[in-house]
């Protein structure tokens, strides 16, 4: 990695970190807890703008650590294969194409890795196949708050990124 883009990375896997952990509701629906946070809003930007590699390393390190710092020890590597997926996928799927409908479409991915990651890490921690059910209204809320976020903003951020960094416009 270059030193710039491992600058980069650094400060969105912090980012995910503080927006995971500052800027959340706990959910009391959940039967096993839960959490609604805006973490994936830097998530979704490192990936839309600097690729497959940064989001997956933000994504899964940023909300792991929040994971292990804060009491949900037991999820962090779950987190961190769910997360750093969701950032691969985003990053995949707009690396190239960029605009509303790819990124809605990466958004739509995202949400079904953590539904359906998610799921499946609670099966897996708490034995019981229909308890998980009870997350799947916050995943959609989380992801959906921060999918309106980001496609508000990413466009315009891209526009500024790349008159910062006009490489990053060529290799897109």
């Known amino acids: 990695m270059k030193t710039k883009q491992l600058t980069i990375t650094a400060m969105f896997i912090a980012l995910t970190y503080v927006f995971t952990s500052f800027i959340n509701i706990r959910l009391p629906i959940a039967a096993n807890g839960g959490l609604v946070h805006l973490g994936n809003v830097p998530l979704f930007i490192c990936a839309i703008l600097f690729g497959k590699k940064s989001g997956a390393v933000a994504g899964g390190i940023g909300m792991g650590l929040f994971d292990l710092l804060s009491g949900w020890t037991s999820w962090a590597p779950f987190t961190l294969i769910i997360c750093g997926l969701m950032g691969y996928v985003v990053g995949a799927i707009?690396?190239?194409?960029?605009?509303?409908?790819?990124?809605?479409?990466?958004?739509?991915?995202?949400?079904?890795?953590?539904?359906?990651?998610?799921?499946?890490?609670?099966?897996?921690?708490?034995?019981?196949?229909?308890?998980?059910?009870?997350?799947?209204?916050?995943?959609?809320?989380?992801?959906?708050?921060?999918?309106a976020i980001?496609?508000?903003?990413?466009?315009?951020?891209?526009?500024?990124?790349?008159?910062?960094?006009?490489?990053?416009?060529?290799?897109?």
């Open 94 to 147: 707009t690396e190239k194409h960029h605009g509303f409908k790819y990124n809605l479409l990466a958004f739509v991915a995202a949400c079904g890795i953590k539904i359906v990651g998610y799921y499946i890490a609670e099966v897996i921690l708490y034995g019981n196949w229909l308890a998980p059910m009870t997350s799947i209204p916050g995943n959609l809320v989380q992801i959906g708050v921060a999918s």
């Open 150 to 172: 980001v496609i508000v903003i990413v466009e315009k951020l891209r526009v500024i990124t790349y008159k910062i960094m006009p490489e990053l416009a060529t290799e897109a």
